[in-house]
């Protein structure tokens, strides 16, 4: 469930974009996932997820 959620994430900050859920039975498809270290978490090395889809705003509460 983790890739399933990772991608729709992905998906979501794409406008839909479709991904496709990899096999990771599959040595050929985890090999193409073995250097994805992107992070939402702020201050991480490779962010390349943002942490949200807007920025936050307290005021607009």
Request: hydrophobic letters at 30%; a negative charge; proline letters at 11%.
């Amino acid at each position: 469930m983790s890739a399933v959620g990772i991608l729709a994430r992905r998906s979501s900050f794409e406008n839909g974009k479709e991904y496709r859920i990899p096999d990771f039975r599959s040595k050929e498809e985890r090999k193409l996932y073995e250097n994805d270290n992107a992070s939402p978490f702020p201050g991480a090395e490779n962010q390349c997820v943002p942490p949200c889809s807007q920025p936050y705003d307290p005021a607009a509460i």
